[in-house]
C-alpha cells in the first residue's frame, strides 16, 4: 500500500472509531421569566457531585460525573437526576429528569426574580411629627 492510501485508511478508521462512541450528557439553557438567557447560573447535578456555570446563552450541559472520592465517571443508564439551577437574585429551581443513554436535551428552566414584598407600617412616619431626630433606628452619630 502507499503512504497516502494507509494514511487514509488509518484516518477513516479513527472517524469510524469516534462515530461509534456515543456522546452522554444532559443538557439545557436556563432563562429568566421573559425567556431571555441568563449567564453565570450555577448548575448543579445530584447524584453526581458536579457544578459547573452557564455560558452567556444559559446555556449548560453535563457530561461526566464525579464518584466519592472525586474521580470523573460516567453517567449512569437508566438513573434519575435532580438539576438545579441557583443564581443570587433569582429563586433556585430544580428540575428531575430520567436519564436513559446518549444526549438528554431538557426543557429550558426559566427562573423567577426575588421579590420583596413592602407592608405599609401602623406608625406615622411623618417627619413633622418627631422633631427629635438625634435617635434615628439602627443608626448612630458621634459628632463634634
Not at 131 to 144: L, Q
Request: glycine residues 10%.
Amino acid at each position: 500500500m502507499h503512504g497516502i492510501t494507509k494514511t487514509l485508511l488509518g484516518i477513516g478508521l479513527v472517524g469510524a472509531l469516534v462515530g461509534c462512541s456515543q456522546h452522554h450528557a444532559i443538557m439545557g439553557t436556563v432563562t429568566d421569566r421573559n425567556g431571555e438567557p441568563l449567564d453565570r447560573v450555577v448548575i448543579t447535578v445530584a447524584p453526581g457531585n458536579v457544578q459547573l456555570v452557564t455560558d452567556q446563552e444559559g446555556y449548560w450541559e453535563v457530561d461526566y460525573l464525579r464518584d466519592e472520592t472525586g474521580e470523573r465517571t460516567k453517567m449512569s443508564k437508566r438513573t434519575i437526576y435532580d438539576v438545579e439551577a441557583f443564581k443570587p437574585g433569582f429563586h433556585p429551581a430544580t428540575t428531575t429528569v430520567e436519564y436513559k443513554r446518549g444526549e438528554l436535551l431538557i426543557e429550558p428552566v426559566a427562573l423567577k426574580e426575588d421579590t420583596i414584598r413592602l407592608v405599609g407600617a401602623d406608625q406615622d412616619i411623618d417627619p413633622d411629627e418627631h422633631p427629635d431626630r438625634t435617635h434615628s433606628a439602627g443608626a448612630t452619630y458621634e459628632g463634634e
